[in-house]
């Protein structure tokens, strides 16, 4: 039984599709997802450990954060010891990060970290799909204006030739680019 394991590091701007593709992972090859922290207070259907590990100021102090950043007042962050709850699971896990996070995963964790970078190529498509998912056009135009948003929607030079770029125009063909990646990761195990 081999040793190695994998973090698939999904990252883009907003719409690109990261969190289908998260969910496309656990539904179709059972692969969890990283749980992240916040110190903000839990949303009315969320759940401790499943959506979020919701942290205290001084709990969120103690760990061992690969990156963090502060939104809104808040505390958001991935741990070394989310990501090992993750590892009990399964040697291939998932998470959704922004680049900056991807740079910072890719950097500490080097051939763990498989970093996909998903990008739409038209801007009128990334605010449709912000839309049907029901972001108000007051939530899509915060997002298309932030300087993180804006950084999202080109692949960083931190991350050329160490990320796989995905354009998810059609679902089918991004879908069969996420199965090869995933059959070429298990190979490696």
Request: charged share 30%.
């Amino acid at each position: 039984m081999s040793n190695k394991r994998f973090v698939i590091v999904i990252t883009g701007a907003a719409g690109t599709g990261k969190t289908t593709i998260s969910d496309y992972l656990m539904k179709r090859y059972g692969i969890p997802k990283v749980i992240t922290h916040t110190t903000r207070p839990p949303r009315d259907h969320e759940q401790n450990g499943v959506d979020y590990y919701f942290e205290t100021q001084q709990s969120f102090k103690q760990l061992h954060l690969l990156e963090s950043v502060k939104y809104s007042g808040n505390y958001y962050g991935s741990s070394y010891e989310g990501l090992e709850r993750a590892f009990v699971k399964s040697p291939i896990v998932s998470i959704v990060l922004d680049t900056k996070g991807a740079i910072t995963y890719k950097d500490k964790l080097g051939s763990e970290a498989v970093v996909i970078f998903l990008r739409v190529k038209n801007p009128a498509e990334l605010k449709q799909r912000m839309i049907d998912r029901g972001d108000t056009m007051a939530q899509i135009q915060v997002r298309m204006e932030s300087k993180e948003d804006e950084r999202d929607l080109t692949l960083p030079s931190a991350l050329k030739g160490r990320s796989i770029v995905i354009d998810n125009e059609e679902w089918s063909q991004t879908r069969e680019r996420i199965d090869q990646i995933v059959l070429n990761l298990r190979k490696q195990l």
